[in-house]
T-cell receptor, first 114, second 117 residues
Framework: KNQVEQSPQSLIILEGKNCTLQ??????????LRWYKQDTGRGPVSLTI?????NTKSNGRYTATLDADTKQSSLHITASQLSDSASYIC?????????????FGRGTQLTVWP | EADIYQTPRYLVIGTGKKITLECSQT?????MYWYQQDPGMELHLIHY???????EKGDLSSESTVSRIRTEHFPLTLESARPSHTSQYLC????????????????FGPGTRLTVL
């Protein structure tokens, strides 16, 4: 069964600190992995996307890593800001789907305190 | 910023009412999707469309129905709302084309939070 597991479920950090969010998946055959940011009451917005051959991808203070062998990904947030408070969702796409089927994790709820 | 819109953003209605959640995109995308998301849970695909006059049910069974008469418009209808339909409904669209091995990403609307009393 294709699944995406994220940890931790929630995280509280102080403004300016760094943090790392984890994602493990069993989706096969693997096509790509996306990290989305979802603010409360809003739709998800894409942060990064990585294919099988990519190990790391950055977008400003967000850096995602991918280990396709162990089927693990992480999202590292540097110098956190209050506006980083949101749910971060790991989304994996399988290669065999013409639909572009996405498998969603439940997200990590990040809260940044001043 | 993705040009995909959903209305209403919030809706509180009584049991038994018929409702339609609107979704429109101005990007000319062929593929559109409806997801249902409960608090703290993952998004579940309930409907999708490959293009005009194409609609399919997703992974999660839903009593809602959809239509795709125009490329830009993908409304979702509940004939008789029940408290179990209380949830957030997210619409998304994609051009469905692949660049290399990556299917172009899905762009999400802001969502409609539905509460059925």
């Amino acid at each position: 069964k294709n699944q995406v597991e994220q940890s931790p479920q929630s995280l509280i950090i102080l403004e300016g600190k760094n943090c790392t969010l984890q994602c493990n998946y069993t989706v096969s055959p693997f096509s790509n992995l996306r990290w989305y940011k979802q603010d409360t009451g809003r739709g998800p917005v894409s942060l990064t996307i990585m294919t099988f051959s990519e190990n790391t991808k950055s977008n400003g203070r967000y850096t995602a890593t991918l280990d396709a062998d162990t089927k693990q990904s992480s999202l590292h947030i540097t110098a956190s800001q209050l506006s980083d408070s949101a749910s971060y969702i790991c989304v994996v796409s399988d290669r065999g789907s013409t639909l572009g089927r996405l498998y969603f994790g439940r997200g990590t709820q990040l809260t940044v305190w001043p | 910023e993705a040009d995909i819109y959903q209305t209403p953003r919030y809706l509180v209605i009584g049991t038994g009412k018929k409702i339609t959640l609107e979704c429109s995109q101005t990007m000319g995308h062929d593929k559109m999707y409806w997801y249902q998301q409960d608090p703290g849970m993952e998004l579940h695909l309930i409907h999708y469309s490959y293009g005009v006059n194409s609609t399919e049910k997703g992974d999660l069974s839903s009593e809602s129905t959809v239509s795709r008469i125009r490329t830009e418009h993908f409304p979702l209808t509940l004939e008789s709302a029940r408290p179990s339909h209380t949830s957030q409904y997210l619409c998304a669209s994609s051009d469905g084309k692949a660049s290399g091995r990556i299917l172009h990403e899905q762009f999400f609307g802001p969502g409609t939070r539905l509460t059925v009393l």
